[in-house]
Structures are given as C-alpha cells and as structure tokens.
C-alpha cells in the first residue's frame, strides 16, 4: 500500500491508484471534465491539476500515479491559477449563454467555474462555430458548446463499439463529431445517447419533446395518456437530489397526474405482454427446430432494446431472421392504447395521445420508425427521457419529494414484478423463463430459498451465461423434458458484437439471448439522470429487484389484465392480431 497525504489527509491506497482515487479516499474533491470512471485516464482537460511537493510543474490527477509518501497540494494560488486559466480558456470558446442553456444549473463545466469563482469568460476571442446537428430523431449535437473532453468520443467507441464520433482538426479548430464534419444521420450511430449521458455540458442532448407534450396537454381535444418504462422509477429521484436507488414509482405517478395526463399507465403492462408473446414466440421455434426438424432459428434474440436493432441493422445485418419479431413494450403499449384501450373506452384512436416516458433516446427514434404506425400514425406520439420528465416536474411547481403516492390507471396500469425487472440487464430473460418454465412444467422456476430468480443472468458482468435443465415438462411441450435451455445475456454492444461474433463462428450456441444496448441495460440508458457510474447502476438494479419482490404476482402470464387482454382482444399469444398489432420485422 502506498501512504499518500493530500492536503495533509492521510491515506492508503493500492499501488498503481492516482491522485485522484487518492483524493477520493480522502473525501478531497478535485474538479474534472474529461475523466471517466469506467475508462483509462486521458489526462486531457487539465482541470485536475494539483501540486505535488518535489514535483517541478503540476500534474494531472487524473492520470499521476501515487508513489509511497507523496504529499499533494489541491488549493495553493499556483493550482486555482492553472485551473481558474484552463476553465477561462474553455468558456473562451464556449458558444453558448448559459441562461438559456437546457443543461444551466446542470452543467459540469458551469459548476466548475463557479466554484473557481469564474462569472463571466474573461479572454477575448473567437467563439467557436456553432453548428446545429439535427439530423437524427433522437439525438441534438451543438458544436459551439463542445469542449473536447472526448468523453463521448470514448464511451461511442470503447463501450458501444460503434465510433460514429472523432476528434478532428487542431487547436482551436478541433471538432468532435462523426467524419468530414458530417451530420450525425449520414453515419452508423444508434442513438443510444450515451454521449448524451457523458456530455458534460449541453453539447450533446436528447432531441426534446417537452413542447409537443406540453402542447397536446393544453389540448383539450386530446385523451393524453402517459407510459413509464420500467426503469424510470429507479432513477426518477435522483434529479431531485434523492440516493440512488429510491424507489419513486407512487411520486413518479401522482407528478404525471399533476401535470394533467388523463391516465397513467405503465410499460411495465406491456412488458408482461411482451414476455406472452415472446415466451411463445421462443416455444414454437424450439419446437421447429426440435420436433419438426427444420432448419433452427435460433437462438431467439431479444427485440426490445432500439439502440440494439440499430445497432443490427447496421453492423450485423445477418442476425435479423434471429431476431423476435415482436415489437418493443413501449410500441406494444402504443399499438394496445390505440386500438383495445380507445375500443373500451370508446374514444376516436385519432384523439389519443400517447407519450413515453423512457430511459432510452433511442426510443425516440423508434416510435418515428414506419413500421411503429399500426393505428394509422404514429403508435407512440412523443418520448420523454426521464432527464426531460424531471424538467417537465420542475416546470409544472411540482415538490416532487412531498408528494404522496399514487396509484396507475387500469387496465394499461396493472403489472407483475417481472415486468420490473425488465430494466436491469438479465430481467427480460428472467422474466420471459418464470413465464415459459411455468408453462412448460406447470411448476414455478426453481431458484434460491423457493425465490424466483435466475442469479446467473443478474448483474454487471458484460457477458453472462446460464443453463437451465427442463424437469417435468407437459402436453404440447413434453418434448423438451430433460432438455437443457443455454442462454446468453449482453448488455452494451461490444458486449453485443462479441456474443453474435461467438453465434456465428459457432463457438457458442445458445437457445435464447437477451441483448440491451446499454450499460446495464435500460437502468443505465442515454436519457437518464446524470452521472450514470456502476454504483449508480448496481443502485437502481437493487430498485427494480426490490420492486419485483414487493409484487404479489411475478409472473408475466398471471397478470390479470393481460389475461382479460387475451379473452377481450387477442385470444391467444401469437394470434392473427397479435400479429397485426404487437409484431413487426426488421430488415437491414
Ligand atoms: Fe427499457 Fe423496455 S425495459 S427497452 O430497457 O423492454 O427504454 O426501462 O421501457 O420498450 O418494458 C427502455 C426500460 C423499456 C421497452 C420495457
């Protein structure tokens, strides 16, 4: 270990940590723009300077490793020069007024000169070019406000394996953006927004949809009904200065009433839906390949996550006939809302308005895809990041953390704890195997202490593997008694990439994969509230586990208005309406 002493705290860390760890043990806060925890030090900005006793000039905290017996100096008016010249150099040539800013009260870079005691840019200059990317559905790119901390630039490439952001030029005239200055739709981005997620300032953001929503509340021609994703409530808290992991599923409900949605539903309604259809969908393919011997379409993989059928249809074209063919909750929930729900209630499907709220900006581009109109027109007409829903709340007066609980709207409000899970990484796989095991077996799936629970699909490692031996199986399925189910779980798409590269060179084989775009799945998606850190994960994770064991019912088939869905509407999973309405497929 290695006794380091910053700002005459003393403390121990391995050998290899940084000044920065160090400093984090020592509870000494050293500002930073360009470092990311999940990432090798760049060293980049400067803004982490300190003063190293015996050292000649300053060193980066971020990237100085510690030696045994260093002494280190964060505040001497040689570090708060250095600092307050590299943030005065950076607001220089930031094109942006902070006063109308979406990120103003929320931006790093903001912070960091006010904590320097920097009000103003003090160095006369160019501003850098402003150009305004609007070219994709779900993602906003401000050149001018771009400060080059190349966080995007990294997560794009090192996390998502996608590289559609470079750094280009010198000097000043350093861009950050996809090649030859092109707009961001010319080239093979996914608009995971997990550049919006790092961008710490307003460089990079979700396109909005708070004035359309806004808009179609104020019209009282309009039955606006509202769907949360399941990992909103997970998250939601934390913009109003709530721990990670608070479960605000009962605030999240009443603040959507303040502000004058006519129902509140839940995507978790749609997700249980999902795991019908796709539980189904998994069982006549095994059964194909398995009994009637034709060529196997498997594995199944899962299709709810948009950044990751983006991302295939891209980059792995040949993974499509793989791919569910149902359509995503939140479309799910968009096709159900404007044909069953506007039956029931009686009202014109061209009246309702349905609005998203989702974790994910990829979503937004999704519910703009042709294939996603059902009803005519859009399916989905406005997609709220939860970041954005935050800013709607403050908008609206609403004192999010004094509100009581409320409860969803039935019948779209009604789900099981499966559906929860859905947004941590493994839980569509853990929730679509409750529901297939127990209609396979009769019996629930067997887990630790009596419990529901796959253990080896839960949590953060990139890749995750599991088997599941079939005992008991009955009628039409007794064919896979004895069997043994292989599944595979990805989340973010290197993580995506190396398991279809291991499908196709045959080096694994697996019956089922659940495959979601971002880290940690949708817990960890673009549109949520920033920073996003794996402890920050593992928190909202534990929310959605804790919220699917306070459920009475875990299993997606026992939801009681899933059930009269089927009796009412569809009559069974995979039925000629189904088809119409929840499937669709993807072509490169
Ligand atoms: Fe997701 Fe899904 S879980 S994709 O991660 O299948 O965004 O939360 O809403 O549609 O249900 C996201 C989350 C979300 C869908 C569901």
């Not at 723009?33 to 760049?42: I, K, P, R």
């Not at 539980?279 to 194909?288: H, M, V, W």
């Not at 895809?369 to 709340?393: F, K, N, Y």
Request: hydrophobic share 40%; net charge negative.
């Amino acid at each position: 270990m290695c006794k380091v002493s910053i700002d005459c705290v003393e403390v121990k860390v391995e050998p290899g940590s940084t000044i920065l760890d160090a400093s984090k043990k020592a509870g000494v806060v050293i500002p930073t723009l360009c470092n990311m925890e999940t990432h090798e030090a760049l060293g980049a900005c400067r803004v982490c300077v300190v003063e190293v006793e015996g050292a000649k000039s300053l060193m980066a905290a971020c990237s100085t490793p510690v030696w045994d017996g260093m002494k280190v100096r964060t505040t001497t008016r040689r570090v708060r020069t250095a600092r307050t010249m590299v943030v005065d150099l950076l607001l220089s040539e930031h094109n942006g007024e902070c006063g109308t800013c979406f990120r103003n009260g929320e931006c790093e870079l903001q912070a960091i000169a006010a904590g320097l005691g920097l009000d103003r840019d003090t160095i006369p200059g160019p501003k850098l070019p402003a150009h305004l990317d609007t070219s994709t559905a779900a993602i906003r790119r401000d050149t001018g406000k771009c400060i080059k901390c190349r966080r995007c630039v990294r997560v794009c490439h090192g996390i998502q394996g996608v590289g559609a952001l470079f750094p280009q030029g010198r000097g000043f005239d350093t861009t950050i953006g996809p090649a030859f200055g092109a707009d961001l739709s010319t080239v093979a981005c996914v608009q995971c927004g997990q550049c919006a997620a790092v961008c710490p300032v307003g460089a990079i953001m979700e396109t909005s949809h708070i004035d359309r929503v806004w808009d179609a509340l104020d019209n009282p021609d309009l039955h606006v009904v509202v769907q949360t994703a399941p990992a909103i409530r997970a998250a939601l808290g934390e913009c109003f200065d709530m721990p990670p992991g608070t479960q605000v599923t009962g605030k999240m409900v009443e603040a959507l009433r303040r502000l004058n949605f006519d129902a509140v539903f839940d995507t978790d309604f749609t997700a249980d839906l999902t795991i019908m259809e796709e539980g189904t969908e998994l069982l006549l393919r095994l059964k194909s390949a398995l009994v009637d011997g034709k060529t196997p379409k498997l594995p199944l993989i899962t299709s709810c996550s948009p950044g990751w059928i983006n991302f295939a249809e891209q980059y792995f074209p040949r993974s499509l006939p793989l791919i569910s063919s149902c359509k995503s909750p939140q479309q799910m929930f968009g096709a159900v809302a404007k044909s069953y729900y506007a039956e029931l209630k009686g009202i014109d499907p061209a009246s309702i308005y349905v609005v998203s709220v989702m974790p994910c900006t990829a979503k937004k581009y999704e519910a703009a895809r042709p294939e996603m109109q059902s009803s005519g027109g859009p399916d989905v007409d406005a997609v709220l990041t939860t970041r954005e829903l935050a800013h709607m709340i403050h908008q609206g007066g609403i004192t999010f953390s004094s509100l009581k609980d409320g409860t969803m709207d039935e019948p779209l409000g009604i789900s099981t704890g499966a559906a929860d899970i859905f947004g941590n990484t493994g839980g569509v796989m853990e929730a679509a195997l409750r529901t297939v095991h127990e209609i396979v077996t009769g019996a629930p799936l067997p887990g630790p202490q009596g419990r529901l629970e796959l253990q080896p699909v839960r949590g953060l490692e990139g890749i995750k593997e599991a088997t599941l031996r079939v005992e008991g199986a009955k009628g039409d399925w007794a064919f896979l008694e004895g069997k043994e189910l292989s599944v595979a779980v990805a989340h973010g798409l290197s993580n995506a990439a190396e398991v279809l590269k291991r499908i196709e060179s045959g080096e694994a084989s697996y019956h089922f994969v659940e495959i979601m775009c971002c880290p940690g799945g949708c817990i960890g998606g673009g549109g949520q509230p920033r920073p996003t850190t794996d402890a920050i994960r593992e928190a909202r994770m534990r929310a959605l586990y804790a919220e699917d064991e306070g459920k009475p019912l875990r299993g997606s088939h026992m939801n009681p208005a899933v059930q009269v869905l089927y009796k009412e509407y569809f009559q069974e999973p995979g039925s000629k309406r189904s088809h119409e309405l929840l499937h669709t497929h993807y072509t490169a």
